[in-house]
């Protein structure tokens, strides 16, 4: 055997592993279902086909928790019912101030500091958020299955974005393929504080990525699950890993969706870059394709929550609890109560 022409053995060698590299997975429904079953409930994260309260609902526990709190046998949770139920309403401002009220007569509860870092996202303080947040992981850190940690890390992520130049050497495809976005965030977290101008390749590990993931997937169950931020998070940790056990075709619609409700056409194009990005190692990726899965799915998102707004209308209407029938007919004892 000659050895006369190594360089170029190796460079046949590197072609073959990158054409390898290049199409790693296939685009098809078989594909999707796979990944789906790799990362349960994703599917329904995505489309909102879960169960969550109507507008209608909000409206009527407003009236009712106001009743509570005006009365002598008001309880704390009167008061974090009534705030979550004037977020949902999109006034945010009478959240935070009904939290503020809460505060000042049961001061330093968990829930209260909670639910103001979550409040003030909304309003666009992110600072102020990050002081709440930090609040209420130093009352109790392991809340809500350890969520408020990489809610956290969310609000320090988007500050991040905010105040560092567009690209740094730690943000190139070379370095960040393996962990795109806020993936590589919560890597650099995770590997002691790294600055964003790190340049070595990280990762996440098995547990690392699953943690992340059930902390983004419950702030979009809780908050809103077609919010764009936390689906293009969804889609970094998502597309985190090798091509083995990633799932890029799930992440390609995470970052679809949060295309669609970007606030503006430069975020938009963005987002819409990073769906096609996701697609660059499968096979029979097209983003006509992804388009039409995540309109399908948000369609039966919708179709199952009309169902749930006709139920909720149906019983306040007939003068009965809403959220003591809703608990009995869609959440089981082990799951988180509703959004």
């Known amino acids: 055997m000659s050895f006369m022409n190594l360089p170029g053995i190796k460079v046949i060698l590197f072609a073959a592993l990158l054409s390898q590299a290049a199409y790693g997975c296939i685009w098809d429904s078989d594909t999707l279902n796979s990944e789906r079953a790799r990362f349960p409930g994703i599917g329904v994260l995505i489309s ?15 009236q009712q928790r106001e009743k509570d709190i005006a009365s002598d046998k008001s309880l704390p949770w009167h008061f974090d ?10 006034d945010h401002r009478a959240a935070i101030q009904t939290m503020l009220r809460k505060d000042k007569l049961v001061p330093g509860l ?15 303080d992110l600072q102020e ?9 130093a009352i109790n850190a392991y809340a809500h299955f350890g969520r408020e940690k990489y809610q956290k890390w969310l609000v320090e992520w988007v500050l991040e974005k905010q105040t560092l130049p567009a690209a740094l050497p ?15 965030y919560v890597a650099r977290q995770e590997a002691g504080g790294l600055p964003a101008s790190a340049t070595q390749q990280l990762t996440l590990t098995t547990k690392q990525r699953a943690d992340a993931i059930r902390g983004v997937t419950g702030m979009i ?9 936390l689906q293009e998070a969804l889609g970094d940790l998502l597309m985190a890993g090798d091509l083995r056990d990633n799932a890029a075709n799930l992440a390609g619609i995470c970052y679809m969706h949060a295309a669609l409700k970007a606030p503006n056409e430069k975020e938009k194009n963005r987002l819409t870059e990073k769906c096609k990005e996701s697609g660059r190692t499968s096979m029979g990726f097209d983003m006509t394709k992804v388009e039409a899965s995540l309109k399908t799915a948000l369609l039966k998102g919708a179709a199952y929550h009309e169902s749930v707004r006709q139920d909720e209308m149906k019983w306040i209407a007939a003068g009965l609890d809403a959220a003591a029938e809703f608990q009995k007919k869609y959440l089981v004892q082990s799951s988180p109560a509703a959004p």
Not at 110 to 124: A, D, K, P, V
């Open 129 to 137: 958020a990050l002081r709440w947040i930090e609040k209420a992981l």
């Open 170 to 184: 730690g943000d190139s495809r070379e370095i960040n393929w393996m962990t795109p976005g806020f993936a590589r």
């Open 48 to 62: 909102g086909s879960f169960a969550r309260h109507s507008k209608e609902f909000h409206q009527w526990r407003i």
């Open 110 to 124: 968990y829930e209260t500091c909670s639910n103001l870092g979550t409040f003030y996202i909304y309003t666009g």
């Open 81 to 90: 019912d009534l705030a979550v139920s004037q977020h949902k309403l999109g």
């Open 221 to 229: 169950f809780f908050a809103d699950f077609d919010n764009p931020l």
